[in-house]
T-cell receptor, first 117, second 115 residues
Framework: GAGVSQTPSNKVTEKGKYVELRCDPI?????LYWYRQSLGQGPEFLIY????????DSGLPNDRFFAVRPEGSVSTLKIQRTERGDSAVYLC???????????????FGSGTRLTVV | GENVEQHPSTLSVQEGDSAVIKCTYS??????FPWYKQELGKRPQLIID?????GEKKDQRIAVTLNKTAKHFSLHITETQPEDSAVYFC??????????????FGRGTSLIVHP
C-alpha cells in the first residue's frame, strides 16, 4: 500500500482479555517494527522483524506479548491477559530493510489506541 | 542498550523566533539520528535526519547538528511559524540483534509557537 496501515485505530477491551493488533507495512518493505507510546512519552521499541523472523524482540515487556509475521508482510501483535498498564498507542513502522544504509527511513503507521478497562 | 535524554520537555516561543531542542545519547556505536514531528493524534513524521559521518545538515528552516565526541545532537528551527507547533522527538539508532539499526527515542519536546 501507499503507507503503513494499522487496524483497528481504536480498541477498548476488558482487563484479562486477549487482543490482536494488525499492521500492514509499505509494499516491499522487509523490515517491520512495533513500538508502544504512552501518553507524554516517546515511542518505546518492542520488536523488529526482518522478513518473517523476529530479528530482535528484546523490547517485549513480558511473555504476555507476542508478534508474528508469517508471510513477511502483515504483522499481528498479540497481547494476552491484558492489564490496565498495557493501555497505550501501539505504533508500527516499516523500512526497506537489510543492513546499513538501506535500513534508514522508517515510516510509521497511525497507530492503534488500546484502552484496557 | 541506548539511552536518549531530550531537553527541554516544553518550549514556548513567539512566531519568528528560533527554537533549539537538544538530545544526548549513551551508546557511542549509534550512528543514525532522525528527528520526528508528531501532531496531536497523528503519527510521528520524519522531518530530518543525520548520520554519524556528518556534523551538520540543513533543510530550509530546519537544521540538525551532531557532536559525536560529546554524544549530543540538536535540532534548530528558524523563523518559527504556528504550524511548527507539535511534539518533536529525537532518536539515536543502535544495532539490534537482527543486524539492522533500531531507533531509541527521547521523551519528546512540546513546541508551542505563539502567533
Amino acid at each position: 500500500g501507499a503507507g503503513v496501515s494499522q487496524t483497528p485505530s481504536n480498541k477498548v477491551t476488558e482487563k484479562g482479555k486477549y487482543v490482536e493488533l494488525r499492521c500492514d507495512p509499505i509494499s516491499g518493505h522487509t523490515a517491520l517494527y512495533w513500538y508502544r507510546q504512552s501518553l507524554g512519552q516517546g515511542p518505546e521499541f518492542l520488536i523488529y522483524f526482518q522478513g518473517t523472523g523476529a530479528a530482535d524482540d528484546s523490547g517485549l515487556p513480558n511473555d504476555r506479548f507476542f508478534a508474528v509475521r508469517p508471510e513477511g508482510s502483515v504483522s499481528t501483535l498479540k497481547i494476552q491477559r491484558t492489564e490496565r498498564g498495557d493501555s497505550a498507542v501501539y505504533l508500527c513502522a516499516s523500512s526497506p530493510g537489510g543492513t546499513g544504509a538501506s535500513n534508514y527511513g522508517y515510516t510509521f503507521g497511525s497507530g492503534t489506541r488500546l484502552t484496557v478497562v | 542498550g541506548e539511552n536518549v535524554e531530550q531537553h527541554p520537555s516544553t518550549l514556548s516561543v513567539q512566531e519568528g523566533d528560533s527554537a533549539v531542542i537538544k538530545c544526548t545519547y549513551s551508546d557511542s556505536a549509534s550512528n543514525y539520528f532522525p528527528w520526528y514531528k508528531q501532531e496531536l493524534g497523528k503519527r510521528p513524521q520524519l522531518i530530518i535526519d543525520i548520520r554519524s559521518n556528518v556534523g551538520e545538515k540543513k533543510d530550509q528552516r530546519i537544521a540538525v547538528t551532531l557532536n559525536k565526541t560529546a554524544k549530543h545532537f540538536s535540532l534548530h528551527i528558524t523563523e518559527t511559524q504556528p504550524e511548527d507547533s507539535a511534539v518533536y522527538f529525537c532518536a539515536a539508532s543502535w544495532l539490534g540483534r537482527g543486524g539492522s539499526y533500531i531507533p531509541t527515542f527521547g521523551r519528546g519536546t512540546s513546541l508551542i509557537v505563539h502567533p
